[in-house]
């Protein structure tokens, strides 16, 4: 008998889903056990499923969109990578530059399908990702073949969320007493951080940094 493959979909876009629903519903080898409008509930669910004893690691495939409220998909797929490293996860997506999809790379995400791309694009990528392959729409693998100089340099450069947050208000003008309130942080830890970041991206002073992470999609 073959294995069935339980999937959770994850899309704020309800004609989405029931197209997703229709193409998968069509298959003798999967099955839709949950359906969620946000990252937040994504991540609910499936640790509801998987904790439930009778059913371990139920949730074999995750077919996610990147842009999703309160949890969006890019840090869905970080989280599911290190707490479930088991779920087949596809990301479905508008966003086609260099850096999210690196980072999906780095999450471990199976395949990359273009939202712009036809629906038997999605479903190619799913019977891919079963077989134990990846599969990126014909867009994203170009992206990633004409930007590989580019891919190495965003692997150089790691940065750790609060420096995330600290680069996006120093990009939109905060000084580092603004940020330390709105961080809830002291002035020192902030400009420790601000310090951190200027030698991570090899520049020497904040607009140089700015101009650099903006460049590389880092803003």
């Known amino acids: 008998m073959s294995k069935i493959y339980n999937v959770v979909i994850a899309d704020d876009h309800p004609l989405i889903v029931d197209a997703i629903k229709t193409m998968i519903k069509k298959s003798t080898v999967m099955n839709i056990i949950a359906t969620a409008i946000n990252g937040k509930d994504t991540l609910d669910i499936i640790k ?12 074999d495939v995750l077919i996610f969109d990147i842009n ?54 999605l479903n190619i990528a799913i019977e891919e ?35 995330k947050e600290v680069l996006y208000h120093l990009s939109i003008g905060n000084t580092s007493p603004v940020i330390s309130k709105l961080l809830n942080t002291s002035i020192p830890t902030i400009n ?6 200027i030698a991570k991206f090899e520049v020497n002073n904040v607009a140089e940094l700015i101009r650099k992470a903006t460049e590389h999609n880092y803003i």
Do not use: C, W
């Open 129 to 163: 990702v079963l077989k134990g392959y990846k599969y990126y729409s014909k867009n994203i693998e170009k992206l990633i073949q004409n930007n590989e100089e580019m891919l190495s340099l965003i692997s150089k450069i790691k940065i750790t969320k609060r420096e």
């Open 48 to 59: 509801r499923l998987n904790n439930i004893e009778e059913f371990n690691n139920i949730v």
């Open 192 to 197: 420790s951080h601000r310090q951190n970041l």
């Open 68 to 121: 999703m409220p309160e949890l969006n998909g890019i840090d869905l797929s970080e989280i599911i990578y290190k707490e479930y490293p088991k779920i087949k996860m596809i990301a479905v997506t508008m966003r086609t530059d260099i850096y999210t999809v690196k980072m999906l790379i780095d999450n471990k995400v199976r395949a990359i399908v273009d939202k712009s791309s036809e629906l038997e694009d």
